[in-house]
């Protein structure tokens, strides 16, 4: 085994294995858990060592099948990719030792199908933070977005429906992504990221380059629920399955922000994106503000605590969108913390819900009455979840906050800080009315709540690791954007 | 006048084909009824499968299958063969748009064993009984 | 052959007769250009996907023309499961095993190791054992995705 | 709603065919599709590969990244519309179907 391939091993381990939970899967479930988490316990020591090597000795780059890099389809391991394959394979890692025990309980019989699904999910996940091709980048998020789709509609109810709302807005996504692809191979002839880059300078056509730009980010943009172009998250993400949920919430979107980054900074340049058309770059910040600010009015009329978390996420995306575009590098240091971050706090809040529907069935805010004396460790971890989404110092959330108000008035953008701040007062307001809820609430009408009656051992542990997670990331921002973060940001900041 | 024609004789394929996206694309976001929609959805998938394909053109060039010996031999002059790069993307979108596809069709199945109905407006009213 | 005619004999499935005759001597000859299609793909046009497509068809078309049930006889369920997962894992596990015997992922270079037959050639051979993967897995795909399309899930006798 | 829509259709189609006036003429062998990427797979994968079908060489070995995708692509499509659909033979048929 050669050194250089490890991360692609990080990668096959969860697809291979893939085969092998739908086969042995089906026999008998016995085999599901050791073999999920076997693969992802691989893939996450493998994507630290990765990480390891990267701070170490630079970022490299890989080509597939030993071809020049233009012919062959290539992938890039640098800070910021091996970044985020630690954050995905950690991630799954927790989400799927919780997912173990609420697909036992959502989804008997089906098991085997779900697991399968949701490694290929993972390591459909993890190539996309890899490549560094433009079509290739299609192909895997296809595979992503299939994944989900039967992920979400394996759901109960109108799972099916918000599926297909998703996957018709989906498809729009991938194919506007596709059509920017086209554009740009055909002014160009060429795929591979760094090569249209090199190319791009020297045609003239800047109709048809514009419109690929435009294309691609509409697509990515409709992928990740960017405002306006959110209708299909809240459902669908609520109505999947709670294990489906675990995985997809805190990644898919963070992912697809990650290849905003990518396809941004890779295929064009920094001067070409900001300082060439600068009415572009503040409209787009002050559609991200406005989105901010309507995703987190919106989260305030929910009464379901998953719902009022997929609005959230929705305002979150608005906020590392309007980062990146802040064109300053306080602000897209900000995004990419903000995307680690995330990533944490959204698994926390929902391997939390996750853990309150495994013992209520239900997550209406009336039948959270008296939660906080029912399952006392599930709800410390989220009120610490709470706290981070709120902006709360230690936790992990108030850091790359920090960083994003910081970048929003070095560059004069003050709708932007008036946005966050709004969405953290908003926050601030939507956590608290759970913490009253179910702290000072009695429930009155169900009897023998008042007995403890925590959630399995299974759903807590990636809880309570996932909460430490924040505070000690939270601790650790300082040497975290020193060594990766600030190694990441594209050149030209 | 001479150039206008040019420039529709080079260009008008193109067109015929953002015309046909736009028509799946009308579809997708404007029609009620969910297969309507998915309909739409293929029709925007072949048209953009058709704009890859036609990049690939070049006047008078053969297929991309070679005799193996000659080309061994004597090399082979690309300008008489026609670029292969947009055939093999689109056979993998083309798989991508069957898989999608059959998803779609699985879930409007079972949309249907639980309303009765495909279309939007009375599934809504369902709901909203 | 037999069990078809014993079973339409005894059952009266399907559709009229010419059709049941046509698609039961049409289906060997399918299936065999399938096999041609997938294999041949070095030197014409073809390969896993259109080949798999086609033997695919083949046993949709007995679906069509008998019942669903009657396809089923031929290719049970299980066998088509664990063909189309075997079809994906020959490509990924190629592809690993170029990784792991010292090359890069995909580089069939590298299993020169194996089989020493020089490397450009093992560049041929590897195309070739991936079509075949492919085209194993487009078949199951195909026929499962006709079965529970047509079906609605319940695996009967179908359309 | 479906004003919206079609307002919706008509900017995105303004766009696009926008966009298109800077292509390269439709079958012009000098186009930058057909360029040193394309010329250089026509030219070399014979010899590279052995494989005369220049489309299969590519799509096998050159890009085969893309195409192991794929087949996991269509692998999930299967394996979606089986839990998606599937159901139990006892299992009564509910309303609608």
């Given at each position: 085994m050669?050194?250089?391939?490890?991360?692609m091993?990080?990668?096959?381990?969860?697809?291979?294995?893939?085969?092998?939970?739908?086969?042995?899967?089906?026999?008998?479930?016995?085999w599901?858990a050791?073999?999920?988490?076997g693969?992802?316990?691989?893939?996450?020591?493998?994507?630290?060592?990765?990480?390891?090597?990267?701070?170490?000795?630079?970022?490299?780059?890989?080509?597939v099948?030993?071809?020049?890099?233009?012919?062959?389809i290539?992938?890039?391991?640098?800070?910021?990719?091996?970044l985020?394959?630690?954050l995905?394979?950690?991630?799954a890692?927790?989400?799927?030792?919780?997912?173990?025990?609420?697909?036992?309980?959502?989804?008997?019989?089906?098991?085997?199908?779900?697991?399968?699904?949701?490694?290929?999910?993972i390591a459909?996940?993890?190539?996309?933070?890899?490549?560094a091709d433009a079509?290739?980048?299609?192909?895997?998020?296809?595979?992503?977005?299939i994944?989900?789709?039967?992920?979400?509609?394996?759901?109960?109810?109108?799972?099916?429906l918000?599926?297909?709302?998703?996957?018709?807005?989906?498809s729009i996504?991938?194919?506007?992504?596709?059509?920017?692809?086209?554009?740009?191979?055909?002014?160009?002839?060429?795929l591979?990221?760094?090569?249209?880059?090199?190319?791009?300078?020297?045609?003239?056509g800047?109709?048809?380059?514009?419109?690929?730009?435009?294309?691609?980010l509409?697509?990515?943009?409709?992928?990740?629920a960017?405002?306006?172009?959110?209708?299909?998250?809240?459902?669908?993400?609520?109505?999947?399955?709670?294990?489906?949920?675990?995985?997809?919430?805190?990644?898919?979107?963070?992912?697809?922000?990650?290849?905003?980054?990518?396809?941004?900074?890779?295929i064009?340049s920094?001067?070409?994106?900001?300082?060439?058309?600068?009415?572009?770059q503040?409209g787009?910040?002050?559609?991200?503000?406005i989105g901010?600010?309507?995703?987190s009015?919106?989260?305030?009329?929910?009464?379901?605590?998953?719902?009022?978390?997929?609005?959230?996420?929705v305002?979150?995306?608005?906020?590392?969108?309007?980062?990146?575009?802040?064109?300053?590098?306080?602000?897209?240091t900000?995004?990419?913390?903000?995307?680690?971050?995330?990533?944490l706090?959204?698994?926390?809040?929902?391997?939390?819900?996750?853990?309150?529907?495994?013992?209520?069935?239900?997550?209406?805010?009336?039948?959270l009455?008296?939660?906080?004396?029912?399952?006392p460790?599930?709800?410390?971890?989220?009120?610490?979840?709470a706290?981070?989404?709120?902006?709360?110092?230690p936790?992990?959330?108030?850091f790359?906050?920090?960083?994003?108000?910081?970048g929003?008035?070095?560059?004069?953008?003050?709708?932007y800080?008036?946005?966050?701040l709004?969405?953290?007062?908003?926050?601030a307001?939507?956590?608290?009315r759970?913490?009253?809820?179910?702290?000072?609430?009695k429930?009155?009408?169900?009897?023998?709540?008042?007995?403890?009656?925590?959630?399995?051992?299974?759903?807590?542990?990636?809880?309570?690791?996932?909460?430490?997670?924040?505070?000690?990331?939270?601790?650790g921002?300082?040497?975290?954007?020193?060594?990766?973060?600030?190694?990441?940001?594209p050149?030209?900041? | 006048?001479?150039?206008?024609?040019?420039?529709?004789?080079?260009?008008?394929?193109?067109?015929?084909?953002?015309?046909?996206?736009?028509?799946?694309?009308?579809?997708?976001?404007?029609k009620?009824?969910?297969?309507?929609?998915l309909?739409?959805?293929?029709?925007?998938?072949t048209a953009?499968i058709?704009?890859?394909?036609s990049?690939?053109?070049?006047?008078?060039?053969?297929?991309?299958?070679?005799?193996?010996?000659?080309?061994?031999k004597?090399?082979?002059?690309?300008?008489?063969?026609?670029?292969?790069?947009?055939h093999?993307?689109?056979?993998?979108?083309?798989?991508?748009?069957?898989?999608i596809?059959?998803?779609?069709?699985?879930?409007?199945l079972?949309?249907?064993?639980?309303?009765?109905?495909l279309?939007?407006?009375e599934?809504?009213?369902?709901?909203g009984? | 052959m037999?069990?078809?005619?014993?079973r339409?004999r005894?059952?009266?499935?399907?559709?009229?007769?010419?059709?049941?005759?046509?698609?039961r001597l049409?289906?060997?000859?399918?299936?065999?250009?399938g096999l041609?299609?997938?294999?041949?793909g070095h030197?014409?046009?073809?390969?896993?996907?259109?080949?798999?497509?086609?033997?695919?068809?083949s046993f949709i078309?007995?679906?069509?023309?008998?019942?669903?049930?009657t396809?089923m006889?031929?290719?049970?369920?299980?066998?088509?499961?664990?063909?189309?997962?075997?079809?994906?894992?020959?490509?990924?596990?190629?592809?690993?095993?170029?990784?792991?015997?010292g090359?890069?992922?995909?580089?069939?270079?590298?299993?020169d190791?194996?089989?020493?037959?020089?490397?450009?050639?093992?560049?041929?051979?590897?195309?070739?054992l991936v079509?075949?993967?492919?085209?194993?897995?487009?078949?199951?795909i195909?026929?499962?995705?006709?079965?529970?399309?047509g079906?609605?899930?319940r695996?009967?006798?179908?359309? | 709603?479906?004003?919206?829509?079609?307002?919706?259709t008509l900017?995105?189609?303004?766009?696009?065919?926008?966009?298109?006036?800077?292509?390269p003429?439709?079958?012009?062998?000098?186009?930058?599709?057909?360029?040193?990427?394309?010329s250089?797979?026509?030219?070399?994968?014979?010899e590279?590969?052995?494989?005369?079908?220049?489309?299969?060489?590519?799509?096998?070995d050159?890009?085969?990244?893309?195409?192991?995708?794929?087949?996991?692509?269509i692998?999930c499509a299967g394996?979606?519309?089986?839990?998606?659909?599937?159901?139990?033979?006892?299992?009564?048929?509910?309303?609608?179907?």
């Amino acid at each position: 085994m050669s050194a250089s391939n490890l991360h692609m091993y990080v990668m096959i381990a969860p697809l291979l294995t893939a085969f092998f939970v739908n086969l042995l899967g089906r026999r008998s479930r016995a085999w599901l858990a050791p073999l999920a988490l076997g693969s992802l316990a691989f893939s996450s020591l493998a994507s630290l060592v990765v990480l390891g090597r990267v701070v170490r000795s630079g970022g490299y780059r890989y080509t597939v099948g030993n071809w020049t890099p233009p012919f062959g389809i290539e992938l890039v391991v640098d800070h910021l990719s091996a970044l985020m394959l630690v954050l995905i394979s950690l991630v799954a890692l927790a989400a799927t030792l919780s997912a173990l025990k609420s697909a036992e309980q959502e989804l008997p019989g089906r098991e085997h199908l779900f697991f399968t699904l949701y490694l290929i999910l993972i390591a459909g996940l993890m190539g996309l933070v890899l490549t560094a091709d433009a079509f290739n980048l299609y192909v895997l998020l296809e595979i992503t977005s299939i994944t989900t789709y039967g992920l979400i509609a394996m759901g109960k109810g109108r799972a099916p429906l918000a599926s297909f709302n998703y996957i018709i807005m989906g498809s729009i996504g991938a194919c506007f992504y596709l059509l920017g692809v086209g554009y740009l191979y055909l002014m160009t002839g060429t795929l591979n990221m760094a090569d249209i880059a090199r190319i791009l300078p020297d045609i003239s056509g800047g109709a048809a380059v514009a419109t690929a730009l435009a294309f691609m980010l509409v697509g990515l943009w409709v992928k990740m629920a960017l405002f306006p172009l959110h209708g299909w998250l809240p459902s669908a993400y609520s109505l999947a399955p709670t294990g489906a949920a675990l995985l997809v919430a805190p990644l898919m979107t963070k992912v697809t922000i990650y290849l905003m980054v990518r396809v941004m900074f890779s295929i064009f340049s920094v001067d070409y994106l900001f300082l060439q058309n600068p009415l572009v770059q503040s409209g787009i910040v002050w559609a991200a503000a406005i989105g901010i600010v309507c995703a987190s009015a919106l989260a305030l009329a929910q009464r379901n605590l998953k719902r009022m978390l997929t609005y959230i996420i929705v305002a979150e995306v608005g906020y590392m969108v309007g980062g990146v575009w802040l064109a300053n590098s306080t602000g897209m240091t900000g995004a990419l913390l903000h995307i680690v971050n995330d990533a944490l706090m959204t698994l926390c809040l929902f391997l939390a819900a996750a853990a309150i529907y495994y013992r209520l069935g239900s997550l209406d805010f009336d039948r959270l009455q008296g939660i906080y004396r029912k399952m006392p460790v599930t709800m410390a971890a989220f009120t610490v979840g709470a706290f981070s989404m709120i902006g709360v110092p230690p936790t992990a959330g108030f850091f790359s906050k920090w960083y994003l108000i910081l970048g929003g008035i070095e560059s004069g953008h003050w709708e932007y800080v008036a946005a966050l701040l709004f969405s953290s007062l908003v926050n601030a307001v939507l956590f608290f009315r759970i913490i009253e809820i179910g702290y000072f609430f009695k429930s009155g009408e169900h009897h023998g709540h008042e007995l403890r009656e925590e959630a399995p051992l299974l759903m807590q542990v990636p809880l309570l690791i996932s909460a430490v997670a924040l505070i000690v990331i939270g601790l650790g921002s300082g040497p975290l954007v020193d060594s990766v973060i600030r190694m990441a940001l594209p050149g030209g900041f | 006048m001479d150039m206008v024609l040019a420039v529709i004789v080079a260009k008008y394929n193109y067109w015929v084909y953002v015309v046909l996206m736009m028509i799946g694309f009308y579809a997708m976001i404007g029609k009620r009824n969910l297969v309507k929609k998915l309909i739409g959805m293929n029709i925007f998938q072949t048209a953009i499968i058709l704009m890859f394909v036609s990049a690939g053109v070049k006047h008078g060039a053969k297929i991309p299958i070679l005799d193996k010996y000659e080309v061994l031999k004597h090399g082979v002059d690309a300008t008489g063969v026609v670029n292969p790069l947009p055939h093999v993307l689109m056979l993998t979108a083309i798989v991508v748009a069957v898989s999608i596809t059959g998803v779609a069709l699985a879930i409007l199945l079972r949309i249907y064993r639980e309303y009765g109905t495909l279309e939007e407006d009375e599934i809504l009213e369902k709901l909203g009984k | 052959m037999k069990l078809l005619q014993e079973r339409t004999r005894k059952q009266k499935v399907g559709e009229s007769r010419i059709i049941r005759t046509a698609v039961r001597l049409l289906v060997p000859f399918v299936q065999l250009f399938g096999l041609y299609v997938i294999v041949h793909g070095h030197y014409s046009p073809g390969g896993g996907f259109q080949g798999g497509v086609i033997l695919g068809a083949s046993f949709i078309m007995l679906s069509l023309a008998f019942d669903q049930q009657t396809s089923m006889r031929f290719m049970s369920e299980r066998a088509n499961a664990l063909l189309g997962n075997l079809g994906a894992l020959i490509f990924i596990g190629v592809a690993a095993l170029c990784a792991v015997f010292g090359g890069l992922f995909l580089d069939y270079g590298a299993l020169d190791v194996l089989i020493p037959l020089g490397p450009v050639e093992w560049r041929s051979f590897g195309i070739f054992l991936v079509e075949v993967g492919v085209g194993l897995a487009v078949m199951s795909i195909m026929v499962s995705l006709f079965w529970d399309l047509g079906s609605a899930g319940r695996m009967d006798e179908g359309l | 709603m479906k004003a919206l829509a079609l307002l919706a259709t008509l900017v995105t189609g303004a766009i696009l065919l926008y966009g298109t006036m800077d292509f390269p003429d439709w079958g012009d062998p000098r186009s930058p599709a057909s360029g040193a990427l394309s010329s250089h797979y026509i030219e070399k994968a014979v010899e590279e590969t052995h494989v005369p079908n220049i489309v299969t060489a590519v799509l096998g070995d050159y890009r085969g990244y893309d195409t192991m995708f794929e087949t996991v692509v269509i692998y999930c499509a299967g394996l979606v519309v089986v839990s998606v659909l599937r159901r139990k033979k006892d299992e009564r048929p509910e309303q609608g179907s």
